[in-house]
């Protein structure tokens, strides 16, 4: 009888947060008990406190996903729905399926964790990244709505982020270091590359730390964010899918600031035309971060992206596309496992191939 009884509380525990959750509202666990209180008319002493602490933990503040954190190192982790997930790092990808979790619960975790770092993640929202701390580890954090996947999925990427303070030497020779900052101080317009988890973000930190002034005005535009400001006098934007404040719009306002540099976390879209076009116009001391497997693939993948977003794209040559690109990019730093392996000046670019000066 007992457990019986047991089991219609912790349904109906379950199904008073499940109504808060619905209304963007994240009920208390004393609210959630004082709840059942009153349509029970039972005391809180006589309810299965325990277990019901264990589940609204397992929820509101990821009890079973600190625990297989704090238990592994690991780069990143990928939670393919409610068993099952990936740990990966540059040693070993290792699966842990587990059944700590229902599907239901699970999507509704998630659907706490975007509400508390206030990101709306719903249907029609169906993608979503922003910044959190879970285990009392920053991660970068990546969503999918179950929505969209067949088998209804909820699928969550956690890159756990560096909270250490790299020097350029930690990426670069001594040699290397002298050429990078030289071409710091001389403001070129460098774009840096390489693949996923490369180190790209941290380098670019590293570059601002370690080189740039206290009386410049940094301007910083990302759409998760990943390179905290060095001082307050900086200027940090961060995007969202909002009308007005994506990272294209944030391009053209950066130029309304009084910029001394401009970095742009990384370009994936229609944000490489104005930021480009910036380079064009004469603007220096522009960096971002690119995606690409070398210094000629870099330039490409610009050409590319500018080709596809560009509302002219298909009446400019690519040719005229490419002469623009290699005029307004000064400098490719290429990085690989961490490390920088070429640091390229674009000298020109005719024909199929853009010429390159390694300074390395």
């Known amino acids: 009888m ?4 047991n089991e ?28 059942v209180e009153f349509k029970t008319g039972l005391k809180k002493e006589v309810m299965p406190l325990s277990e019901l602490e264990l589940w609204y933990k397992s929820l509101t503040e990821l009890s079973v996903l600190s625990k297989f954190i704090k238990e592994r190192l690991f780069d990143e982790m990928i939670c393919h729905g409610h068993d099952s997930i990936n740990f990966l790092s540059s040693a070993k990808k290792e699966i842990v399926r587990h059944n700590l979790y229902t599907k239901k619960d699970f999507k509704k975790a998630i659907e706490i964790l975007a509400l508390k770092n206030g990101v709306f993640w719903n249907y029609t929202k169906p993608f979503a990244s922003f910044k959190t701390i879970i285990a009392d580890i920053p991660f970068r954090c990546t969503l999918i709505h179950p929505g969209l996947s067949p088998n209804e999925q909820t699928k969550v990427f956690l890159r756990r982020q560096s909270v250490e303070s790299f020097t350029l030497k930690d990426f670069a020779s001594e040699s290397q270091v002298k050429i990078l900052e030289e071409l710091f101080y001389n403001k070129a317009n460098i774009v840096i590359a390489g693949s996923t988890g490369s180190g790209k973000t ?11 002034k206290d009386e410049e005005h940094v301007v910083i535009l990302e759409d998760t964010e990943e390179i905290n400001p060095r001082y ?11 009308e007005g404040k994506h990272l294209m719009d944030y391009c053209h306002y950066a130029l309304r600031m009084t910029p001394d540099r401009i970095v742009l976390g990384e370009i994936r879209s229609k944000e490489v035309i104005p930021f480009l076009l910036s380079m ?20 490409s993948r610009l050409s590319l992206l500018f080709s596809l977003y560009s509302d002219n794209g298909n009446s400019i040559s690519h040719d005229a596309i490419n002469k623009m690109i290699a005029s307004s990019v000064d400098i490719v730093i290429f990085l690989e496992n961490k490390k920088v392996k070429e640091i390229a000046r674009i000298i020109s670019w005719h024909g199929q191939r853009p010429t390159f000066e390694l300074l390395n």
């Open 202 to 212: 941290s380098f670019i930190k590293s570059l601002l730390n370690n080189c740039a």
């Open 232 to 242: 307050t006098e900086w200027t940090q934007l961060l995007a969202s899918n909002s």
């Open 2 to 5: 007992n457990q019986q009884i």
């Open 280 to 299: 064009n116009n004469g603007h220096k001391g522009l960096m971002t971060t690119v995606h690409a497997n070398s210094a000629s693939d870099t330039l």
């Open 8 to 35: 219609k509380i912790t349904d109906l525990f379950k199904d008073e947060f499940h109504h808060g959750l619905d209304k963007q509202n994240i009920l208390s666990f004393d609210e959630c008990l004082s709840k």
